[in-house]
């Protein structure tokens, strides 16, 4: 016990000294990062223009606005434009971390600065964290400065001042957003072999951006500051999400070996070929000849691909059932009135009326069918630009959808089971099983830029997942969506009619 404790004490401060070295390296490539940065005038000139005069120019547009609703009494309207004015004077700043992150690698690389680097103790880790803070800390100190200029501005000029909670989530958004942008940029300079390159996959991380400061004005303008904390905490699993990846992917022998970025076609269209042909346990195996075979399909790749895929799985089940309470909840919020859902007045028409409320373009089995399809392909093609999560989100739509209606059910005096058991097992025994298992490959596809297949590079590991989603959609889930779009048509309004029919 004595030596346990002796080891542990002597033990501990080497580990904690480890740490403080690390760190310390760390640091340092911070500082010289940013001092290289701060010696180009392309990049200070601009982030100073924006961090300045910015800030004045929307204060005098906040004032003019506000001035031209008070004509006509609607002063709530200039009120909602000055929180959305200062998530803008806080973003444009950090745009430029966009810039500064591009060059991190492959800018070094071009400008032949990047080997010195790369031959120091730096572990690759280490190197990579150095590089992406100081390419975030510029801009977000220069965000920073820009917003209190603004809010200095207000004050003085319309004695506004900001609520706490709206300034508190208006600076964890910039600061996510700018740890986003930077740790995507990071991850696309480490990938590339010019920074021409970069500046083009760039508009990957650009887009987005974009979409999601239009979905902030919106939220903005109808005061609903609470939703804004929920997309900080997505922002910053994205930002886990993209570093954990970098990290993972990153290795300074291949970024100094790489010299041109090649999209060959052929070979990706061979290899998942390959992929596709082979069984589950030869598909990482070298050629070796092996024939596709549609017994050892059914017998063998699907029960062990299935199998393999076992967490996902899981993961999709438990989103689904969070998206049924979901929906319960909404329900009990938002009951319906008695009239909305006739359960007792059904008649035979009611399914083939579905067309003319915007359900599908015609009730039957070949429409059925193809909405379910494109559903499903939709969401794997998803979930190859967001690690699979919008594959989750999309099928989670739905069966929210579900919950409401289940929970309406209950609330008018109806028996959610049975509702459940009439109206959506007869074809979900099957149709949600298709859809679990499809979003469950859809949604390993997308992960595998984080966490390729063991042995296997991120484009090798993509391009095995597509094979492996490829064979269990074609031989399973289509045949199994076939299937329950026929029971959906002739035999799920015949129970519904049985249980429910006016008579």
Known sequence: MTDKISVIAIESPTHNNAWRESLRRVF??????????????????????????????????????????ARYGTPIVGERIIPFLLMIVGFFPISFSLVIALETFVGEKERH?????????????????????????????????????YLAGLY??????????????????????????VAGAVVVSSQTTSVRAANLLASFIIIPMALLMQGESMIMFWARYDVLWWIVAALLMANVILIRMGIHIFNREELLGREIDELNLRFIGRRVKDFFLRSPREARLPANGSRFNLWRVYRYDLPALIGSQWLPITVVVLTLVAATLVGWGYAVQYPLPPDYLPLGELSREAFQNLP?????????????????????VLGALLALFSFGSLALLQLMAPIAIIGFFLGEAFLLGHNPLVFFATFILPHGIVELPAAIIATA????????????????????????TLADFLKVFLFLVLPLLLIAAVLEIWVTPQIVWAVYGAG
């Open 28 to 69: 340092v490539l911070v500082r010289r990062e940013i001092r290289d940065t701060m010696r180009d005038w392309r990049i200070v000139v601009p982030i100073i223009l924006l961090t300045l005069i910015f800030p004045v120019l929307m204060n005098f547009t906040a004032d003019q606005v506000l001035q031209w609703v």
């Open 113 to 149: 600065s990047l080997e010195p680097l790369l031959a120091t103790p730096l572990s690759n880790a280490e190197l990579y964290w150095g590089k992406m803070l100081a390419a975030a800390i510029p801009p977000a100190l220069a965000s920073y400065l820009g917003l209190s200029l």
């Open 156 to 181: 003085l000029t319309l004695h506004y001042v900001v609520p706490l909670e709206l300034l508190v989530v208006i600076l964890a958004l910039n600061a996510s957003e700018t740890l986003v942008m």
């Open 356 to 376: 003319a409320v915007g359900f599908l373009p015609s009730f039957n089995v070949s429409a059925v069918f193809a909405n379910n399809v494109r559903a499903l």
């Open 441 to 464: 490959f859809a949604l390993r596809m997308g992960a595998s830029a984080v966490s390729p297949p063991k042995g296997l590079t991120v484009g090798e590991g993509l391009l095995l």
